[in-house]
């Protein structure tokens, strides 16, 4: 650039590094450099999602919700069934809003997936169908009101009370009541799940946590999931594009929840040992 009889001179530098050497890396994350060329899993990574797959920790959860979901998931899933009538209509309303939330992307995963938990969470002195109402009733103006630290105390203060085993301090003649109550209602594959099951833990647990059988959860962990091995070009469809993503209708998947049993659906969830 010249200004007058002075002038300024810049020199253009070649960089260092092409810009195809360094990591696809998100942009939280500190670039480097790699050397090593893409594998054959790399190239259909890039290819699909357009970065590699990373095999990382994540990002430590430090927002609010978050760390109250991590808390929930200690629960044991001791929960009420949806009651009827008007709060069971209310309940879906909310739950349905929620699930609204997520798919516009106000809200993450962790709130709507501990909704059902924290607001059925059983309370080991209510047992009739009216104090439950009441119970539910007051969980929801309390979920309104965004007090889910008032929630999630609560839930674990039941749980307590509830103890963590299914069985564990059951006579055999009870569990056997127990079992041919579940075989007369047809829900065969939760009288095995129970009788196969009794006094082991069904909480989520943490790594060094015994599992009932004298091994710690990452041992036994480790042993379901061997290293990673490199992926066969021979299991991949040679093709120029890639298939058109089908669109997941919510409502079908909201029918076909409610014929599942277990952990699939926490608001749904039905614990007839207990």
């Not at 500190?30 to 050397?35: E, K, L, V």
């Not at 990373?54 to 949806?82: D, F, K, Q």
């Amino acid at each position: 650039m010249q200004n007058g009889n002075c002038s300024n001179q810049a020199t253009l530098m070649q960089p260092k590094f092409k810009i195809d050497e360094f990591v696809d890396l998100p942009t939280d994350q500190t670039f480097s450099c790699n050397t090593s060329p893409d594998t054959f899993t790399d190239s259909k990574m890039k290819t699909a999602f357009g970065v590699k797959l990373l095999n990382s920790e994540g990002i430590p959860r430090t927002e609010r919700m978050e760390l109250i979901w991590e808390r929930s998931v200690h629960l044991t899933s001791a929960l009420y069934r949806i009651p009827g009538g008007s709060i069971g209509r209310r309940f879906t309303a909310l739950m349905a809003k929620e699930i609204q939330l997520l798919a516009q992307a106000k809200e993450k995963s962790e709130r709507s997936s501990i909704f059902g938990r924290l607001l059925l969470q059983k309370d080991k002195q209510i047992k009739k169908t009216a104090d439950i109402k009441r119970l539910i009733s007051r969980r929801m103006d309390l979920w309104e009101a965004t007090k889910f630290e008032e929630l999630i105390q609560e839930a674990e203060q039941c749980d307590k009370k509830l103890g963590r085993s299914s069985g564990k301090n059951m006579t055999d003649e009870s569990a056997h009541l127990v079992f041919s109550r579940l075989i007369l209602q047809g829900k065969l594959r939760e009288a095995t799940r129970f009788i196969t099951q009794r006094g082991e833990k069904s909480c989520v647990l943490k790594p060094d946590d015994d599992d009932g059988k004298g091994n710690t959860v990452k041992s036994v962990l480790e042993s379901k999931h061997p290293p990673q091995a490199e992926s066969s070009p021979e299991a991949f469809i040679v093709c120029e594009q890639l298939p058109t993503l089908v669109d997941i209708d919510l409502i079908l998947m909201f029918k076909v929840a409610k014929t599942l049993s277990g952990s699939e659906l926490e608001g749904l969830i039905t614990n007839d040992q207990r």
